[in-house]
């Protein structure tokens, strides 16, 4: 799969899709097109980088409601609304399911081209964070329950005494786990600790 970013161009007029896919090209990128959102719908690929120009009106189903689709999906594309009727509540509801911008089919090729390329950064940044994610779910999917227990009494700042009474375990039995799913998980120190389990989502205290 190649790493470059495409324009997805999802817009039931095909002379204006045609005309945006000429150019989304003549600014170096690459575009592909689809006359519906079911169209993208059973072609999509969330390991396809990239930006989704939207338009928001269209027969089979609207844009906002692929968006909402899309947003349930542990990882996509960004969107930008790309519409002839700017309405309001429509502008609202888009912004808030997260799209980049939303702009009037009339709107300039330099905001469109702005509007784009902060559709690709954002995009490449989520993606970055999803995979992050990936990698530390995997870190900690290598600790075992007694571990898992250990590590949750560290991050609420319980010393290793009191963990030991807390799980009627010896002291001994304590930090061997506690070095064992340190070196499980690649840190050193405790504040790493801290750092790698703040990342992953963990409550620390």
């Known amino acids: 799969m190649s790493d470059e970013p495409t324009v997805f161009i999802v817009d039931d007029d095909v002379a204006f899709s045609e005309s945006l896919s ?17 169209e993208y719908l059973e072609q999509f690929d969330p390991n396809a980088p990239g930006v989704l120009l939207l ?13 909402e689709r899309l947003n349930a999906m542990p990882i996509c594309p960004s969107v930008v609304i790309l519409t002839g009727h700017a309405e309001i509540p429509t502008a609202l509801r888009a912004m ?11 709107a300039s090729e330099s905001e469109l081209y702005d509007a784009i390329q902060r559709g690709i950064a954002r995009d490449a940044a989520n993606r970055a964070r999803y995979q992050r994610k990936l990698e530390l779910d995997q ?3 290598q600790l075992n329950p007694p ?3 250990v590590l949750h009494h560290v991050l609420q700042g319980v010393p290793n005494k009191r963990i030991a009474s807390l799980l009627g375990v010896s002291r001994r039995t304590v ?10 998980l690649g840190v050193e120190s405790l504040a790493d600790l801290v750092r790698i389990s703040l990342e992953a989502g963990f409550r620390v205290e």
């Open 55 to 67: 338009d928001v009106r269209m027969p089979s189903m609207s844009g906002l409601v692929l968006q």
């Open 139 to 141: 870190l900690f999917s």
């Open 22 to 38: 000429v150019l989304v090209s003549s600014m170096g990128l690459k575009a592909k097109n689809y006359l519906s959102p079911i």
């Open 96 to 106: 808030r399911q997260g799209a980049v911008d939303f702009l009037q089919k009339t």
């Open 147 to 149: 571990e898992k227990e």
């Open 175 to 184: 930090e061997d786990r506690r070095a064992r799913l340190m070196q499980k």
